[in-house]
Structure formats: C-alpha cells, structure tokens
T-cell receptor
C-alpha cells in the first residue's frame, strides 16, 4: 500500500518567518509528487515534481524532490497570514500498468500569526 | 462554469438511509477520482475512473459504497445503509488524459455528509 508521511503535523509561526514542510513517501512505480494548499474548501494545486533536484518555484513558495531518499520539501519564505492553511503532499504511483492513483498525506497545518 | 461540480453540497441523513452524490467533472477530463476526507486527515482515496471504466477501488472501501460513471461523463457515489462513521467530506476530482497531463488534479467543492 502506498504511503505518504508529512511532518510536522502542525506548525505555528510569526509573519515573516521561513518554514520548511516535509513529505516522505513509499509508492509503487513512482510517477510524480504533488503539493496542494487547502483552506476551508477543496485543495488547490501548487506544484508537481517528477525529477530529483530540480526546484520548482512560485513566488515565495518553492519545492524540491529527492527520489533517492524518497522525500520532498516545501519552503515558504517571508510567510504571511494568508499562507495559513493545510498543506497536502500527494504521490502518484502506477498500478496495473497505466492506472494512476494519488495517495495523500495527512497534511501539515500551518498557522501564521501577525 | 467550467470547474468540477458536486451536489448536493451538504447532506444530513439518518443512520441506515441510502445517499447518493453526483460529480460533474470538467468536460474534457477523462479521469475522475473520489476521495473522502475527515477532520484533520488528508483526502483518502476511494475510487478512480478512466472514462466509464472503474479501474481501481480502495480495499478499505466497504461493500456499502458503489460508484458509477455510466457514459464517461458525470459520476455518482452511493452509500447504502449509512453509518455514523461515514460522516465526512466526499471530494470528487478530475484531470485530463495522460497525453495532456499537467499533473494537476482539479477538485470540486465537496459534498459534506452528516449521518445522525
């Protein structure tokens, strides 16, 4: 069974701090790793990572994947209160040939205080 | 509206009743997923369709749960003889075929089930 473990499960920081969220995984026939942000509604897509060592960046958010050590990190610099959310990591594995299933971790609850 | 649409958004039912949720994916997306999410947990995979074919179903899923996607467009998720433990948010998501796979899974707003 595919497994995704995120840490920490929750984190409280002050505006302006930098945070690093961790995601480790075990998956059959790895295809990609995705990061999502979830506020009080459906998850919204942040990044998809398929190759080791290539950083994806969007504004203050960045992410990188290590396929050898089976983990990814999501960095948020100069945090703002609007970054407060649950950050979900998901891995996509291949099952039965071309079928692809996404398995999510429990998420990291980030709270950014003013 | 070109997003993933789910209804009803909220459903309150008594234990033992049957409920059905509907998901209308983005029209050109041939892959459709159902997930269940409870408070403090990430989305838990339930089942996956490629066009009308149900290609994977979670082994954790009780026989009381069934899903269909009869014409490869909208999908329904039915829960029979509901139990209080079924109370959760049921999320539907879709994505295009492999040829145009950007990785992004587009989620609907979810259907929240409360079983009394």
């Amino acid at each position: 069974e595919d497994k995704v473990v995120q840490s920490p499960l929750s984190l409280v920081v002050h505006e302006g701090d930098t945070v690093t969220l961790n995601c480790s995984y075990e998956v059959t026939n790895f295809r990609s790793l995705l990061w999502y942000k979830q506020e009080k509604k459906a998850p919204t897509f942040l990044f998809m990572l398929t190759s080791s060592g290539i950083e994806k960046k969007s504004g203050r958010l960045s992410s990188i994947l290590d396929k050898k050590e089976l983990f990814s990190i999501l960095n948020i610099t100069a945090t703002q209160t609007g970054d407060s959310a649950v950050y979900l990591c998901a891995v996509e594995g291949s099952i039965k040939g071309s079928n692809y299933k996404l398995t999510f971790g429990k998420g990291t609850l980030l709270t950014v205080n003013p | 509206d070109t997003g993933v649409s789910q209804n009803p958004r909220h459903k309150i039912t008594k234990r033992g009743q049957n409920v059905t949720f509907r998901c209308d994916p983005i029209s050109e997306h041939n892959r459709l997923y159902w997930y269940r999410q409870t408070l403090g947990q990430g989305p838990e995979f339930l089942t996956y369709f490629q066009n009308e074919a149900q290609l994977e179903k979670s082994r954790l899923l009780s026989d009381r749960f069934s899903a269909e996607r009869p014409k490869g467009s909208f999908s329904t998720l039915e829960i029979q003889r509901t139990e209080q433990g079924d109370s959760a948010m049921y999320l539907c998501a879709s994505r295009p075929g492999l040829a145009v796979n950007t990785g992004e899974l587009f989620f609907g707003e979810g259907s929240r089930l409360t079983v009394l």
